[in-house]
Structure formats: structure tokens, C-alpha cells
């Protein structure tokens, strides 16, 4: 059933007729009078009686309230639509139904979109007067029936009435206290407390309007109880005196609900607090869980105390003026006649805790007449509701913490502001949307969401009427809102930081809700409830307070008591030291980041006392800026034309700030974080390295780890100001401690050899520079070359940024590492030409004889470099398999496929030190090699055919398409996403040490590096790119834990620009709101269509199995890298699960002693394990160093002994002549660092692109790949896991010459008859000491796991 209330439900001659008849009273919002004083309950009962149980008089009496801004809007004339007229069934359609067809094809672009919308809406709200809801209001009934019978309590002083609550809570069976705010009131203070049950108790908020939706944490039912009048005076709006009277009231009310037996059988009934502020207790009262009629709904009801608008005199509440005296605060005695008001603080945030208990009332009377005026107001408020509640979602629960989430910038406030954009908008001087009445929930939706894309109410405050002043509100409060009565600020508590990142996610949101995606329903209303903040921000800080000091009144004489007050002014310590952090931090650095959101921890429970509330942890995520959070030097202002900035600069940073002089003669203060040869890992780390300077200098903090490096210790610890506020205790050392992950997971990037001092040196920049000057050395050789050199076209990953480490020159000095040289692999392209043979074979040769003249030209001219010509299988050959699940091409076993094609030279640049491997494009090869399958597929040979095509492919795949995935890549890392780079890096750490990385059968380096791409160009759910390799990291492994390979396609979209990067974006933005028009940057709609209509062909065709599959607009049916198998793709997902909840837990205790499980794979799901020597492993430089898995143990290289610890299985005892002793194991393991340079094992320096590991699972690859699939770490792992091909190695078959495999005598065999052939089963023994002969000299040992 669609939601929306009884107003949206209502058709043009439904309408019509409503007017014209009187309501049955048993109808919500049934007449004047009930519009005038009470809502009414959804009952089925026969006697239709009303919340409120005074009479009409009073009733009119009591909603004699003041004139609201914007009441004269009458619904009278709101233009409604033309009705529908019933003609005949060949009838024209009607002018309705074309607008209707035509919404849905221009507004809506997709007829699915409008069913989402539509089935979203009807799965989620909660309508009243349903038989869904029969049972809670009949439930709703009884709390009305107790509450108004409740009896009357005398009034009494504050320790009698303390003493009476706690007496009558220990006769119900719970003890309860009083809830009074912080400070409590103090003993012999002169207030008297009473209790008179209440006359109007009214059903308020979504529920009676139509507007409540379901969520994760089910929906609240707020019941409006008036306090009376008389147990008030004038003046009590001073010094907490009407909080401490309604936190009797309150308890009172909990000690009744929870004394009647059958409203304790329904509910439990707990106190809480209204928007995370104490001053303002409720009463919550949740279903039990037997309850069915109740508990299927996940409803939660509260009851919110109240006052009448003439109880306190509203119109003294004004922003500006102070209702709590500092003398109160500091000695606790009455200050209500305290001299000059005008010099004392003023406190808008306990005048606005006041004004939105009286106006509860009125706000709703608002909403029913914005109701009756646009009949889609409701359901778009409903849309609006489900957009803000997956936002709160998303940050809800981070491990056993649940965070508190937003409680003040809510649905209620976003409905208020779309009443506005309905009602006020047009008067109040904004540039946002003018929304009409007409207009259906979809398009209010819309225009509610692109005007809080641009919209600082800060900048431009609003208000739905003229009077109110809004000078006081501007001083007093950060950003305005003012509501119909000119007295509330809706906005009042709201941070800061809250609007901000409403801002930019709704900014997304608009991007996404114009998209031409076919998933962009999920975009807006899904995505981000799957998201928590652990992915959410650049960096997640976990921050542990001690809020001592913030808790008891006795603390104020030791601090001043404005100070306190200005604490107090939060309603909760919380909220306090909250507000305390955001706004530090977010003005330190402002430059260096684009929000910093605080989340504290769910609310403590006021039966927990103040003792549980000592600590607290905040989780503060940071989305840094692109530009300037990888700054080496940050600059200040001018001390001398800008003083007021640079002493606020020097407060921050102390004596970190240096004068300094800089090239252009400007003189400026500044702070130095490193020199220019930072590696990109430490420069990831100067953002964690301000935020825990700032956090330790100013509230002594520690970070643990610590992120800090040791000048920055010496200088915080050195000089503190006299003013710093300490957030811990000496006696607990986790009070007022910083944890950091992003810091600790990049390290993850890091090596063995490449630390903090070589990493200065060896970098991808100085690879890049040393290509280009490579480019410009060989094009100055046209005149000595027959053809001339067009240019050079990289295809190496270490030349995009994409390489686990930078590429490391070629070191020829005694003691240097050369076990492993990785060639630069450069295609060369040169002028056109029609002399090409049309002979393969002899266009092979002439592209030899091409690469040698190149190389003698070159080393003529550049006599200190060296030239040698290499076949492309000598070195890592592995890595240049065609496909996923297919070995590299076999060379010499058809006609014409000669060694020849992979011919090369190497070329060691003198300058750099560094080797590139040149190959020859020729155009002429791929039309020769196209044509020749051709003539074999018509000549009926597809055995040559299907060969000629793979080689075919290979030349493609070498010449065409990794050259142009190399500028893809390069342009996203260099010029769009530094991220980018350290995140691709991360993964294919992660994928190598899960041993699933470039092998034959895992994931492609390509196909990676395609995926790690995906989170930067594809953000959607309220996700901005990510800035940090932590973020961009975390995001991959949630996309390959969650994506549905089979079902939705997965396409990385390269000419989608950066959305929010700059300030230039900003405008750009604000420039297609005013037209109207919000365009999302990406392909064209015509590539998307190619890309969709290719995966629903591959789908339709049975092509999709599930194996992760990567498509773009130059290959929309994802054929360049293949397609990685299904049973890989389910281990990935279920790997990424795993690492996820690392992730988690590790934020969620503060510690990183689970974070080395994320890159530690299980060996126990493999069959058998090979274990090969460690001395002839070559790659040992890309080891991951021990000291990130264990880093008590040093700076060595973690063996893939620390994967996992195995039992001691069967293991061959025919290897062990081959075995290296344990002993020289152990002590070689034991050798400090400096000793142990990683030579080459075979004794001949300078070979290059030599990985024996890597040929030796390509041979066993080539053998038995239709037996088993084998896996090891490609970055210096020692061991081989695989597993057995059940359907091959578990079934006897009958047995042929055609076998291709070691067999034997199957025990079945006896069985058979003497005229069947025998039963033989694969001899899994025998293929194990295969395995061993063929790796004779590599191989240590085999251990089998599972037989």
C-alpha cells in the first residue's frame, strides 16, 4: 500500500467530494475544531474518542496560539488536476494520462525508476487506521487512558521528591531517579515540584501525518503530554528551574507506565532523552519482543512533555539574552536578579530546548495545513525521510559501538524545510527551487535535494516568516533557520560539520538522481545504508575521553564558570566535547580538509549514573582535499598584514610554525612536514601526523600506534599552552588515546628493501622522468633508422604508478641487490609503411633486424648504456599469459609461429640505471594474422584457426590494449586521484599475499588495477572519491565482497571527471542548480546503452557465471582481460568479508593486533602445499616486511611461514637429497639485515626479468592445468598451494590412449568383467614426484594437506 497519509491518497474527486461533506469524527484531522485543537487516535473503537479529554473550550483555548508566518495560505485554492472522465475503451487518452506518460519518460527517465519509487514507498510507510496498525492504536488508547488517570502529587521539596520517586520506583520493581540535567539542583534550593496528570495528550510528528517510514531501527510514535500550566511560575524559564520540573514530570510519568500491568506487558519503558540533550528527558517505551501486532512493526513510542504556548512568556526566549546565571553555575545559588544581563553570555541553545517543547503543537498544525495544501507533500516527506535515514545508517553500528548518529538535523527538520521550499521560498530572497503544489512527491524530492546541494545556511540564513530578527539569530547560532513563529531556531544544536556533509552528500545525491544509469534508484536510496564509516572517510581516528570534568557541577570552581556555561549550553557532555573537537580541528585544518565529522557513541542510559559515562569514545573521520593534504609545507598568514591570523596560527601549531622566506619573496609562517623526496606512503601519513600533533598539544592525547614522527614529539612535549584541556587521566592509560589505521594500512604498500631512506631515492616519478628523456634519445635517431620513430608507448606498471614498488635501477656495485631486475616493457611505434612482406615470418625477422639497428644506433650515441636483444619467454613469463585460465601462447607448434614474434631488446638507461624492454608495432602483423585465420577457418582447419586467433589476440592484447589501458591508468593516478596509486598497490598486495594475483588462473595485474579504478570514477551512496590509498582501499575490498558479478554489470567509466574537487566544481554546481539542469559528468548515454546491451547478450547467452568480469567503453564486453573463474570470484568474496571485519574490529577496540589477518591467507583450504628453497627466490626486495605483520620482530622479510602455521603433514621423503638443511634455514632467518643483501642466486649479475619461481608454475601450469589449480605470492612468495580438479582426479574413467595424464588401476578395476576396459584413477602420487622432478633444485619439500 502506498504511504503518504489519507491527504496523498486522495484523488481530484475524492477531494472535491470531501469538501463538500462533513468528516466522521473517527478520521484524523476530521474537522475545524479537531484542525483547531487535537489530533485524534486511529482507533476502531465505536465511541471515537480523542487524545485529549478536555472539553471543547478548553481545547479552543488552549490552540489560541500565535499568528504563524505563512498561515494565510489557503488550500482552497491550490490547483488541482483535471479529472478523469470514463469513456468508452477505444477512447482517446485523457490530457492527465499523457502528462502522466510524459512525467515518467522525462522526469522520472525510466518507467523502472517510478515502480522503485513506488514499491520503496509502499514497502516503508506506516500509514494509521490500517490493519497493520490496528494494534498499535488500540496500544496508543491505553497509554492515553493511563496517562490522563494518572493521580495528582502534592508539591514538595527537591529531596522529598527525590525520595518520593525513588520510593514509588521500588514498589513497581525498578528503581529509578530523577533525571535532572547537569548541574542538578542543589539542596535547599527554593523550587517546589508537583505533578497534575495531563488534559491534551496529542499523537504528533510523521505517524499522524502520513509521513512515518520504516528504517533499519524501525520508526518512533511521539504522544504529546501538556504539562498544566499551574505547576509553573512566571520566571522558571531561568536557571534550569523548568528542566528540573519537567524531569519530574517525566519521572512521574515512567513510574505510572510502568506500575499499570498491562501496558508492562506491552512495553519496556526506559527513560531517554530528546535529540541527545538531558535537559529534555522522555519517556520511551519499546515492544517486547512477544508481542506480535507490535514488535513486527519495530515502533518505538514516545512520550514528549510539553507546554502550552502561554505557560512561559515566549517572546522573552530570544537568542541574544542568558537564562542562566554564571553565579548559578559556580556556587549554585539563585541569580535570577544578577545586575547587567546584557554583559552575561548569552545561552540560544537552552532558550531553543525551552521554545521546542511549547511549539511542538503548533509546528504540526503547520504540516497539516502544507498537507491539505499539496496532496504529495506527504509522500515526498516520506522520500526525504528515506534518503536522510540511510545517511544515519550509515555511521549507526562500527562493531559493538553504536554510534549516535545525527539526533538534531533529522526528517522533521528536512519536512519543516520542504514546507518552506512549498510555502515561503518564493519570500525569502533564496536562489533555491520554487516548489509548487502541484507537483508530484518525486519532483519535491528533487528540488528539496538540489537546493541542500548549494545551500550554506550560514551564509544565507532562512525563515518562513518577516519578523523574526535575524541579526540576533545570526550572532548567536552557526546556521539559521527560523520556523513559522519567529522564536525557534531549527536549526539550533546542528554542527557545523552536519551541514557540511549534508551538503556534499546531497550534492551527490543530485548528481545521481539526473544520472542516466540504470542503477541510480540504488544510488540515491540504497548505497549509502550499505556503507559504514570505516569506508566512509579518508581517514577514521577512534578517540578515547574521559568526560570527568564535564559531568558535576563540583568542577565549576576550578573552572570559570562562563567557560562551564559555555559547556552546559550542549545539553550533554557529549555534545560538548563533540562540538569542542569538530570545531578545533576543522579550523586548524581548514586547508587540508573538506569535512571533519565527530560521531560519539550511543547515549548512555540515565539509569546508568554518571560513573558510566566517565569514558567515552568519538570516532572522527576526516575527508581530507586532494590538493593540500599531501603538502610538505603548510602556509600560514603574514605576521605583519595579517597578526590576528598568524597569532591564531602559532596557537595552533606552537613552535612548529617557522618564519620563513619563500622563492617569491613572500614572507609567511609555515609548518614543514618532510622534503621533497618523501615517498608517497609518508606523505598519506602527514594528515594523521597534524590531527595527532594538534590532538596531543592541545588535550594530551596520545596516539597508539604513534603516528607522530620523533621531532614532532620533541616539539609538542617541549612546549604546551597553559590553556590545554586534558582529555585523559594518568590512572587509565586508554583515556585519552588516538588510534589511527590509515597510517598503519599503508604500510602494508611498503618492502623489504624500500624503507624510509631508499624509498627517497628510488621512486615512480623518477621512473616516468627517465622514460620521457628515453623518448627524446631514440626519437633523435629518425636519421639512422629506416623508418621513422612515431613515439614510444609505455605498458609497464611501474611506469603508471601502478607497480607494487617503484622500478629499481639495475645496481652493479658490490654488495647491491640484482637478484631481481623488472624490464620497463615499451612498445615502439614507428611511420607507416607499405613495404611490409606480407610473410609473417619474414615481417618477424625484418621487426628483429629493426629492434637490432635501433639498439646499435642508440649505443652509438649514447656509449655508456647497454643493448641486448632478448626473446620475451626468458623472462617473467607467467605474467604475460593471454587469458585468465589460458598459459601463453605455445611458440613453434603451428606453421608460421615462430620465436621470433617475441623478440626484444633491452636497453640499460645509463643516466637512471634503469631497463627498458623494447617491442615493435606494426600494423601490418595484425592484418596479416587476421587474415590468415580467416583463411584457415574457410580452408576447415579451426585447430590452426583458433591458433592464429590467439596470437592474434596476444598481439592485440601487447600493442593495442595495454598501451592504451597504460594512459588510462597513468592520467587517473597522475592527474585526477593521487590515491589512486598507494590503493592499487594495496590490492595487489592484498590479492599476491591471498596468492591470487597474476597467476594463470587469479586476477590479472590489468584486471586489478581496473577494479581499484572503479572506486575513484564510480562514487555513488553519498561516497566522495577517496583521497587516501586507506579509503580507496577499503572501498575495493567492500565492492568485492558485496558486487553481484552475475547480475549487475560492473563497468569502470575513465572519462568521468572528478565531481567535487575543487572550488571550481563548487561553481559549476551552483551554476546548473539555477538553470535547473543538474548534468553528471561521464560517457555518453549512447556508450552506456553499448555497454548494458553487450552484458545482457553475455547473460542472455549463459556467459555469466558469476567470475568477476570488468568492462569499459573501449571493451564493453570485458574480452581484453577475461573473465576470473567463479570459484575464484566466490573466494574473493568471501576473503573481502573476512578483511572487512579486520577492518572493523580493528577500529572498534582501538587496536591493530587483528590488522595482519587482512593480508594473512589460510593455507588450510589448499590440498597440497610446495614449498621452495628460499635462496633461490629472486624477488625478495617485494617482500612484505616482517615488521608490519610482527613488529617486534624487526626489519626482515615475512616468509609465507607467517601466512599461516601448519601441521607437520606427509612429506616425500624421496625430496629430502633436494631439501635445504633446517638448521642453515634457521640461521640464515636470524642474519641482521645489512648481511643479508638479497644476491643472485645463480651468480650472474645483471640478469634481467628472470623469476624462476614464475617459470616454474608456468610449466606445471602448461602440464596439469586441467587436474589442479595452483597459487602462490608473486612478490617473493616460497610457496605453492594447489587444489585437485575433483571431476578429473576423484573419478575412475575407463581407460583410453588419449588420457594425457598419469593413471592407475583404479580399485574398482577388479570388479569388472574380463571384456570392459579397466577402471583407472589419476595417480595423484605419482604427478606429486613429477612435480618435484620438474622444480628439482627450487623445490624444498611437498606436504600434502588433504588426500
Not at 559547556?567 to 580538509?593: D, M, Y
Not at 549463459?1102 to 568477476?1108: D, R
Not at 572493523?1144 to 593486533?1153: I, N, P, Q, R, T
Request: charged content about 25%; some cysteine; proline content about 5%.
Amino acid at each position: 500500500m502506498a504511504a503518504g497519509g489519507l491527504a496523498a491518497k486522495r484523488t481530484p474527486r475524492a477531494a472535491e467530494a470531501a469538501k463538500s461533506k462533513p468528516k466522521p469524527k473517527s478520521v484524523p484531522r476530521a474537522n475545524k475544531a479537531d484542525e483547531e485543537s487535537d489530533i485524534d487516535m486511529a482507533s476502531d473503537s465505536d465511541d471515537n474518542s480523542q487524545l485529549s479529554e478536555g472539553s471543547d473550550d478548553d481545547n479552543d483555548e488552549e490552540m489560541a496560539e500565535p499568528m504563524l508566518a505563512g498561515e494565510n495560505a489557503s488550500s482552497k485554492g491550490t490547483a488541482r488536476a483535471p479529472e478523469h472522465k470514463k469513456g468508452h475503451p477505444g477512447a482517446r487518452p485523457t490530457n492527465a494520462e499523457i502528462m502522466a506518460l510524459n512525467e515518467t519518460s522525462l522526469l522520472l527517465k525510466s518507467n523502472l525508476f517510478k515502480l522503485q519509487v513506488d514499491e520503496l514507498l509502499s514497502e516503508t510507510s506506516v500509514a494509521a487506521n490500517t490493519k497493520p496498525t490496528r494494534g498499535l492504536d488500540a496500544a496508543l488508547k491505553q497509554i492515553r487512558d493511563v496517562l490522563t488517570s494518572l493521580g495528582d502529587v502534592k508539591e514538595m521539596s527537591t529531596d522529598s521528591a527525590s525520595n518520593y520517586v525513588r520510593k514509588q520506583s521500588k514498589a513497581s520493581g525498578k528503581l529509578a531517579m530523577i533525571p535532572f540535567p547537569d548541574p542538578s539542583p542543589a539542596v535547599g534550593m527554593p523550587i517546589s515540584f508537583g505533578f497534575k496528570a495531563p488534559k491534551v495528550v496529542n499523537i504528533v510528528g510523521s505517524y499522524p501525518l502520513g509521513m512515518a517510514v520504516q528504517s533499519h531501527s524501525g520508526f518512533n510514535i511521539d504522544v504529546v503530554v501538556q504539562m498544566p500550566a499551574e505547576l509553573f511560575q512566571e520566571r522558571d524559564y531561568l536557571n534550569y528551574r523548568y528542566f528540573y520540573k519537567r524531569a519530574f514530570y517525566v519521572a512521574i510519568l515512567l513510574i505510572g507506565l510502568q506500575q499499570h500491568s498491562a501496558i508492562s506487558e506491552l512495553f519496556d519503558v526506559e527513560f531517554g532523552s530528546l535529540r541527545s540533550d538531558t535537559r529534555l528527558p522522555i519517556v520511551v517505551l519499546r515492544p517486547k519482543s512477544g508481542v506480535k501486532h507490535l514488535g513486527k512493526l519495530g515502533c518505538t513510542v514516545r512520550i514528549l512533555p510539553s507546554i502550552a504556548h502561554d505557560t512561559l512568556p515566549l517572546k522573552r526566549l530570544s537568542p541574544e539574552r542568558n537564562y542562566v546565571r554564571p553565579s548559578y553555575i559556580s556556587t549554585a545559588k539563585d541569580g535570577s536578579a544578577e545586575g547587567d544581563e546584557a554583559s552575561l553570555p548569552a545561552t540560544p541553545q537552552y532558550s531553543a530546548a525551552i521554545l521546542s517543547d511549547a511549539l511542538l503543537l503548533t509546528h504540526m498544525k503547520y504540516l497539516f495545513e502544507t498537507t491539505e495544501m499539496c496532496p504529495e507533500f506527504p509522500r515526498a516527506a516520506s522520500l526525504l525521510r528515506i534518503w536522510i535515514g540511510q545517511y544515519a545508517a550509515a555511521g549507526r553500528q562500527l562493531g559493538t559501538h553504536k554510534l549516535a548518529g545525527s539526533q538534531r538535523l533529522n526528517g522533521f527538520v528536512l519536512t519543516m524545510l520542504l514546507a518552506w521550499l512549498l510555502r515561503c521560498a518564493h519570500s525569502g530572497g533564496s536562489s533555491g527551487p520554487r516548489l509548487s503544489g502541484t507537483m508530484n512527491a518525486y519532483q519535491l524530492f528533487k528540488g528539496a535535494v538540489e537546493f541542500l546541494a548549494v545551500h550554506d545556511f550560514e551564509e544565507v540564513p532562512i525563515q518562513f516568516g518577516s519578523e523574526a530578527n535575524m541579526e540576533a539569530f545570526g550572532d548567536n547560532f552557526g546556521a539559521v533557520f527560523v520556523d513559522p513563529t519567529d522564536t525557534l531556531n531549527l536549526l539550533s544544536g546542528v554542527q557545523e560539520w552536519e551541514l557540511a556533509e549534508l551538503r556534499m552528500e546531497a550534492r551527490l545525491a543530485a548528481l545521481d538522481i539526473n544520472h542516466h544509469a540504470e542503477d541510480r534508484f540504488a544510488r540515491v536510496f540504497l548505497s549509502a545504508a550499505l556503507t559504514d564509516i570505516s569506508a566512509k572517510y579518508d581517514h577514521v581516528f577512534r578517540l578515547d575521553v574521559d568526560l570527568s570534568k564535564f559531568l558535576s557541577a563540583k568542577h565549576g570552581a576550578e573552572l570559570k564558570a562562563v567557560r562551564r556555561l559555555a559547556e552546559l549550553e550542549f545539553g550533554h557532555p557529549v555534545a560538548a566535547v563533540q562540538n569542542r573537537i569538530a570545531s578545533f580541528l576543522s579550523s586548524a585544518l581548514e586547508k587540508h580538509t573538506r569535512l571533519i565529522a565527530v560521531h560519539p557513541c550511543a547515549d548512555v542510559c540515565f539509569e546508568d549514573g554518571v560513573k558510566a559515562m566517565r569514558r567515552h569514545v568519538f570516532f572522527i573521520g576526516v575527508v581530507a582535499d586532494v590538493a593540500e593534504a599531501h603538502r610538505l609545507v603548510d602556509l600560514g598568514p603574514n605576521p605583519d598584514s595579517q597578526p590576528e591570523e598568524a597569532s591564531r596560527f602559532r596557537a595552533y601549531w606552537g613552535e612548529r610554525a617557522e618564519l620563513r622566506r619563500f622563492r617569491d619573496g613572500a614572507i609567511r609562517l609555515a609548518t614543514v612536514w618532510g622534503t621533497g623526496e618523501m615517498s608517497m606512503e609518508r606523505r598519506a601519513g602527514i594528515l594523521p601526523r597534524m590531527v595527532a600533533y594538534l590532538l596531543r598539544r592541545h588535550f594530551s592525547v596520545r596516539a597508539v600506534p604513534e603516528v607522530m614522527e620523533a621531532d614532532d614529539l620533541f616539539v609538542v612535549d617541549n612546549a604546551r599552552p597553559n590553556n590545554a584541556r586534558a582529555f585523559g587521566l594518568a590512572t587509565d592509560p586508554l583515556a585519552g588515546s588516538l588510534f589511527c589505521l590509515s597510517t598503519r594500512i599503508a604500510a602494508f604498500a611498503q618492502t623489504v628493501d624500500i624503507g624510509a631512506g631508499s624509498a627517497d631515492q628510488i621512486s615512480f616519478e623518477a621512473a616516468v622522468n627517465a622514460f620521457e628523456e628515453l623518448q627524446r634519445e631514440i626519437k633523435q635517431l629518425d636519421e639512422q633508422m629506416p623508418l621513422r620513430v612515431l613515439s614510444l608507448h609505455a605498458v609497464s606498471p611501474g611506469l603508471r604508478y601502478a607497480s607494487l614498488v617503484p622500478p629499481k635501477p639495475l645496481s652493479m656495485e658490490q654488495g647491491g641487490d640484482d637478484s631481481f631486475i623488472e624490464p620497463l616493457h615499451v612498445v615502439v611505434e614507428f611511420a607507416m609503411s607499405n613495404r611490409w612482406p606480407d610473410d609473417i615470418t619474414a615481417l618477424h625477422k625484418i621487426k628483429t633486424a629493426f629492434l637490432l639497428r635501433l639498439g646499435e644506433a642508440y649505443t652509438a650515441l649514447h656509449p655508456g648504456s647497454c643493448v641486448e636483444l632478448v626473446n620475451r619467454f626468458h623472462g617473467r613469463g607467467a605474467a604475460d599469459g593471454l587469458l585468465t585460465g589460458a598459459s601463453s601462447l605455445t611458440l613453434g607448434a603451428h606453421e608460421n609461429m615462430d620465436y621470433e614474434s617475441d623478440n626484444c631488446i633491452d636497453i640499460r638507461h645509463a643516466a637512471s640505471g634503469l631497463t627498458f624492454r623494447l617491442s615493435m608495432l606494426c600494423d601490418r602483423e595484425g592484418e596479416l594474422l587476421a587474415k590468415k585465420a580467416g583463411d584457415m577457418r574457410l580452408a576447415g582447419l579451426p585447430a590452426h584457426a583458433e591458433a592464429i586467433e590467439m596470437a592474434h589476440r596476444r598481439w592485440a592484447r601487447c600493442h593495442i590494449w595495454r598501451p592504451k589501458h597504460h594512459r588510462q591508468i597513468l592520467d587517473l593516478c597522475q592527474r585526477h586521484h593521487p590515491a589512486a596509486s598507494l590503493t592499487i598497490r594495496l590490492l595487489k598486495r592484498w590479492l599476491s599475499r591471498h596468492m591470487l594475483l597474476g597467476q594463470v588462473v587469479g586476477v590479472p595485474e590489468e584486471l586489478a588495477e581496473l577494479v581499484a579504478s572503479h572506486v575513484f570514477t564510480s562514487v555513488s551512496g553519498g561516497l566522495s572519491e577517496p583521497a587516501t590509498g586507506y579509503a580507496g582501499f577499503v572501498r575495493c575490498l567492500r565492492l568485492l565482497a558485496e558486487w553481484r558479478w552475475g547480475e549487475d554489470l560492473f563497468a569502470v567509466d575513465f572519462s568521468a571527471d572528478s565531481r567535487d574537487a575543487s572550488d571550481e566544481d563548487d561553481g559549476v554546481v551552483a551554476k546548473t542548480l539555477a538553470q535547473g539542469v543538474w548534468v553528471s559528468s561521464g560517457m555518453a548515454v549512447e556508450a552506456s546503452e553499448v555497454l548494458q546491451k553487450a552484458f545482457a547478450e553475455a547473460k542472455e547467452h549463459g556467459k555469466l557465471k558469476g567470475g568477476l568480469r570488468v568492462a569499459t567503453e573501449d571493451d564493453p564486453e570485458a574480452a581484453w582481460w577475461g573473465t576470473v573463474a567463479p570459484v575464484l570470484t566466490r573466494r574473493l568474496r568471501m576473503l573481502a568479508r573476512a578483511s572487512l571485519e579486520c577492518v572493523v574490529s580493528c577500529l572498534d577496540v582501538g587496536s591493530d593486533a587483528q590488522l595482519p589477518q587482512v593480508f594473512t591467507t589460510p593455507l588450510n583450504d589448499y590440498d597440497f602445499i610446495i614449498r621452495l628453497r628460499r635462496d633461490v627466490v629472486c624477488r625478495k626486495y617485494e617482500q612484505l616486511p616482517t615488521s608490519a605483520i610482527l613488529p617486534e620482530r624487526g626489519e626482515v622479510e615475512a616468509g609465507d611461514d607467517d601466512l599461516d602455521v601448519l601441521e607437520e603433514p606427509e612429506i616425500f621423503k624421496n625430496l629430502l637429497p633436494t631439501m635445504q638443511q633446517p638448521q642453515q634455514r634457521v640461521l640464515l632467518d636470524k642474519l641482521p639485515p645489512a648481511s643479508r643483501r638479497h644476491a643472485n642466486p645463480f651468480h650472474r649479475p645483471g640478469m634481467v626479468g628472470f623469476d624462476p619461481v614464475a617459470l616454474y608454475v608456468r610449466d606445471l601450469v602448461n602440464v596439469y592445468r586441467d587436474s589442479m589449480l595452483l597459487f602462490n605470492d608473486v612478490y617473493g612468495g616460497h610457496i605453492i598451494a594447489g587444489l585437485w580438479n575433483p571431476t578429473v582426479v576423484g573419478k575412475p574413467v575407463a581407460f583410453a590412449a588419449n588420457l594425457l595424464a598419469n593413471v592407475q588401476m583404479a580399485p574398482e578395476a577388479k570388479a569388472l568383467s574380463s571384456s570392459s576396459r579397466p577402471m583407472v584413477m589419476y595417480n595423484v602420487e605419482a604427478v606429486l614426484e613429477e612435480m618435484a622432478r620438474l622444480g628439482e633444485g627450487i623445490v624444498d619439500s611437498i606436504s600434502v594437506q588433504r588426500s
